[in-house]
């Protein structure tokens, strides 16, 4: 290895930790959601029923289970977990809230169906959904400041290496940094051209070849490797695929220069191959029949109103 690239691994290792991953954040949330919930209702029930109606207990329990499904359930239909919501920049508790009020209204309704409101304590469930809501808002609140520092060390974004230092793959390297993506962090790029190549494109370092790139990824520096050389240059393209399907990485092709016009059209698959997907036809499927329905009925409406009209005029014409 040169001097050049033992120099850019070493940088590499010193300024990049592995990142956090956004599923285990996500399941480690869903955990302390539900242990907010059991805990408190348990908690509660201790403080305010054990002592004069300790027998519930098994009663209480089976209620808070239920409550803890239910609620697991609501939050995964309402998204409170998406990535997208998790990494927002705004404090988002109204998935949050606006899930638990659901799991509590379904409560109420299955313990009226049942006929087992009486059963339990108002104090108890009153204190219950009113303090795990507070609690839940707290610590979506503890938990957007938390995230929001993480991601500003970069603590959840892939470490990416660009392989392609041309036009291509400084116009990519710009348009990410433009972009703000918070999953996505570059630590530098790779050109088996690096002896033609500058020692740094877009303010990064060009680390060395694909076989450095290598190297890199099997001492685990490196979690995602984004190719950015032109579609035409197809056999360099499937070698250097070929190449790094060997080793433990995710591996994503950029799109041409065409694509960074077109950066809001996502891929379709059209034969099995991968097509960009511009633009849909105007009217399609369910609302070309909604449009064509609407047509027949309006002028069939414009018809009736029209008719004598029309009848006047033939007799005129007559």
């Given at each position: ?37 059991g805990t408190l209702g348990l908690g509660i029930f201790f403080l305010y029923n ?123 390297a710009n348009h990410l940094n433009r972009s703000g993506d918070q999953h996505t ?13 500058a020692p740094e494109a877009e303010g990064y370092e060009v680390l060395g070849d ?109």
């Amino acid at each position: 290895m040169t001097s050049r690239g033992i120099l850019s691994g070493t940088r590499v290792a010193e300024s990049n930790a592995a990142p956090i991953s956004p599923a285990i954040l996500g399941t480690l949330l869903r955990l302390l959601d539900l242990l907010v919930v059991g805990t408190l209702g348990l908690g509660i029930f201790f403080l305010y029923n054990y002592g004069h109606a300790p027998e519930a207990l098994s009663q209480y329990t089976a209620t808070i289970l239920v409550a803890m499904l239910i609620a697991s359930a609501l939050f995964q239909w309402t998204g409170v977990y998406a990535g997208e919501y998790l990494f927002s920049r705004r404090l988002n508790t109204d998935r949050m809230l606006s899930a638990w009020a659901m799991t509590c209204g379904v409560l109420l309704v299955i313990a009226f169906s049942l006929k087992i409101t009486d059963f339990y304590s108002r104090v108890w469930t009153i204190s219950w959904f009113v303090s795990s809501f507070a609690v839940l808002a707290i610590e979506r609140v503890a938990l957007a400041y938390l995230i929001g520092r993480l991601a500003r060390e970069g603590r959840f974004a892939k470490r990416t290496v660009v392989l392609g230092a041309g036009e291509l793959g400084q116009r990519l390297a710009n348009h990410l940094n433009r972009s703000g993506d918070q999953h996505t962090r570059i630590i530098g790029f790779v050109d088996d051209r690096h002896d033609r190549v500058a020692p740094e494109a877009e303010g990064y370092e060009v680390l060395g070849d694909s076989e450095h790139l290598i190297n890199l990824i099997r001492r685990n520096l490196v979690d995602q490797v984004i190719i950015a050389l032109p579609w035409q240059a197809e056999e360099r393209v499937q070698d250097l695929i070929r190449r790094l399907a060997m080793t433990p990485v995710t591996i994503r092709l950029a799109p041409d220069q065409v694509g960074f016009s077109l950066h809001e059209a996502a891929f379709a698959q059209v034969g099995g191959l991968p097509m960009l997907h511009v633009l849909d036809r105007p009217i399609s499927d369910w609302s070309y029949v909604a449009k064509t329905v609407e047509d027949r009925v309006l002028a069939s409406i414009a018809l009736i109103f029209v008719a004598p009209l029309f009848a006047v005029i033939a007799a005129a014409i007559k």
